[in-house]
């Protein structure tokens, strides 16, 4: 994938204008989100001090450092320092600008005030943004997004807001948190400007609603920051986003959320843009569809149609600079697809594969993070109904050890004893509820299917109160819908799948904590820390995945298994292989622990049972599928 950077700026001392509460947390919160939610490779903070009030730090700008102080000097000269260099970052690339501060207009300049801008002297002391926009297109990044959180309450000048006659800043995406004569605003209950806070929250859904292209965080924004306005008894406050060119409306902010009807219009544009002889636009465009669908084989045939087309211009035209620099940006940008051959295979056994990117957590006896690694995988989309799908990881097989070893867990998980199991496909997720409620709509096959069974009714939650025949029951309607084998894991896959080649207790290591995972966390696991009881389920992906992307595997609900319950593994199979017993009413496995139980039931090898035809308000399921050629 591209490279993902940041520069965040948030100044609440000012010396000549007045004083702001929250900007500077916001500033903080933006790169939080930077970091550890989106996994950015380089992120860089200017603010008066840290959260703690400790100075701040210096920021390393290519082996040198710049205070990171948001001075009018500091910032100008990060600016010059970082993107003197010219395209060193590529169209594939992210960059990301926040800042939260006071802005104002002069002679129908937008400035942007660092701690000692004065209004009195802006011309000299204050960035003006066509500058700042100038700057970080020099980096060569094709997606470059300007988030201004300025202007805010409490503020008695009486020059013009930021927002009022906007320049266009060609080639780059500006989200303004206010629009002509209109102010931004802090909120006292929110801790937050109105603005951030909202950004962060359209940034974080999940599922149909999300905000994963510029066009739909821009209505978002206007619906959201216009209703919790009101809410705390604020004036109207309208946000504003400029795209250019407008093309840019479309573009992939997120493309782990992305859904695939978002590479339409992408599409469109793209192919217009090279109709006009605009193809590095049209480059860019077809690597965003790549982002969203990455054996998307229009898109591959189109980056080498215009990989020739622009090696045959002359170099003073729109190019992508020297011959070995479009040699090595087509290679870049062809490497982080997929390999040809690769894709060529997949396409041949009916497979598109999508790519997403996690964050793996491990922690000591303690509970404490000494590990994140980020890791990428791919999934399957299997689309259920319109804005409702069913995302498959491939597991490799692989061999491992079953079970708990003496003085870990109780007789029934063991003895302790090799597995080995051929590939096979798992629930990204438990199955939710409106994955549910889809497929509780199609025909009957052998039972009924209540469509709203949870106690916890929110729709990106696991569905919960299902029995083992209801879970059965989804499977066979899934599979009869889709033409594939759905069922429920083996205990031995599950396992498996839940171990992702770990072998302590638990996939994140030693012990577990609420920050982790989903469990009644007034009790610890040996020297693990106490934590919020939640008392109830919570949103799917909210917690750390595992190595193999696979979420919830800890806690929120305990999962159905297909084997019948034997009391301990003596002859179990050792293929991963369904283990039934003569039994036809037997007791089925269920696996992984719940939010209401402590954490020793959370363990990766924990196991226990429940009849078949039991409903309870801690238990779902996730699917699985026997082999990789299945799918």
């Known amino acids: 994938m591209g490279k993902n950077w940041a520069i965040c700026v948030g100044i609440n001392e000012y010396n000549f204008v007045s004083q702001l509460r929250f900007a500077r947390r916001d500033a903080q919160e933006i790169k939080l989100f930077c970091e550890l939610e989106m996994q950015f490779d380089k992120v860089f903070c200017f603010s008066e001090s840290a959260p703690d009030d400790r100075p701040a730090p210096n920021i390393d700008v290519n082996g040198q450092l710049v205070e990171a102080t948001p001075t009018f000097g500091n910032l100008s000269w990060f600016l010059d320092a970082q993107f003197r260099k010219k395209n060193f970052l590529d169209l594939q690339d992210n960059l990301w600008f926040f ?24 011309r000299r002391t204050g960035l003006p943004i066509h500058e700042v926009a100038e700057r970080l297109r020099r980096s060569g990044a094709g997606n470059i997004v300007l988030m201004l959180d300025a202007c805010r309450s409490g503020d008695s000048r009486s020059t013009e807001a930021i927002g009022i006659g906007l320049e266009p800043q060609q080639g780059v995406v500006t989200l303004f948190s206010c629009g002509a004569n209109e102010e931004s605003y802090e909120i006292e209950a929110l801790q937050q ?63 782990d959320k992305a859904e695939p009807c978002d590479a339409d219009p992408l599409r469109v544009n793209a192919l217009k843009a090279e109709a006009m002889g605009n193809l590095n636009l049209a480059r860019q465009l077809w690597i965003c569809v790549l982002a969203i669908i990455r054996a998307d084989m229009d898109a591959i045939a189109s980056l080498e149609r215009i990989a020739i087309k622009q090696a045959s211009l002359p170099k003073t035209t729109e190019t992508l600079g020297s011959d070995s620099e479009r040699t090595e940006s087509i290679a870049n940008a062809s490497s982080e697809i997929v390999a040809t051959e690769s894709i060529h295979q997949k396409e041949a056994k009916n497979l598109t594969l999508l790519t997403f990117f996690f964050e793996v957590i491990t922690v000591d006896e303690q509970g404490q993070k000494i590990g994140r690694e980020t ?108 033409g594939h084998e759905y069922r429920l894991p083996s205990e031995a896959e599950w396992e498996y799948a839940c171990r992702a080649r770990t072998t302590t207790p638990f996939h994140f290591g030693a012990t577990l904590t609420a920050e982790l995972a989903n469990y009644d966390a007034t009790a610890t696991y040996e020297n693990g820390p106490r934590g919020t009881y939640r008392e109830q389920t919570t949103t799917l992906g909210s917690f750390p995945a595992n190595a193999f992307g696979l979420y919830d595997l800890h806690g929120n609900v305990f999962e159905w298994c297909s084997d019948h319950w034997h009391e301990s593994y003596v002859s179990a199979p050792t293929n991963g292989s369904v283990w039934l017993s003569p039994t036809k009413n037997a007791r089925r496995i269920i696996r992984g622990g719940s939010w209401s139980y402590f954490p020793w039931y959370c363990r990766s090898a924990s196991r226990f049972s429940d009849s078949p035809i039991n409903r309870l308000n801690d238990v779902g399921f996730r699917v699985s599928c026997s082999t990789i050629r299945t799918l």
């Open 99 to 122: 800042f939260a501060g006071h802005g104002l207009r002069d002679n129908g300049i937008d400035y942007l005030l660092p701690i000692d801008g004065n209004p009195a002297q802006i």
């Open 193 to 255: 400007g109105l603005f951030t806070y909202a950004l962060l929250e359209a940034l974080r859904l999940e599922g149909p609603r999300n905000c994963a292209t510029v066009d739909r965080l821009a209505k978002r924004l206007k619906q959201r920051v216009t209703e919790l306005g009101k809410e705390h008894g604020k004036p109207r406050q309208t946000p504003l986003v400029r795209a250019e060119p407008i093309e840019k409306r479309h573009l992939v902010l997120l493309p």
């Open 375 to 482: 890791k990428q995988a791919e999934y399957k989309r299997e689309t259920l109904a319109a804005g409702v799908d069913l995302e498959m990881v491939p597991i490799p097989g692989g061999t491992f050890l079953m079970g708990s070893a003496e003085g870990e867990g109780k007789d029934s998980e063991r003895p302790q004893h090799s597995v080995t199991l051929e590939p096979f496909w798992m629930g990204k997720y438990p199955v939710t509820q409106a994955q549910w409620r889809a497929i509780a709509s199609l025909p009957k096959i052998e039972h009924d299917l209540n469509p709203e069974p949870s106690q916890f009714a929110v729709s990106s939650r696991p569905v919960e109160q299902v029995s083992w025949i209801d879970a059965v029951e989804f499977c066979r309607r899934l599979s009869q819908k889709s």
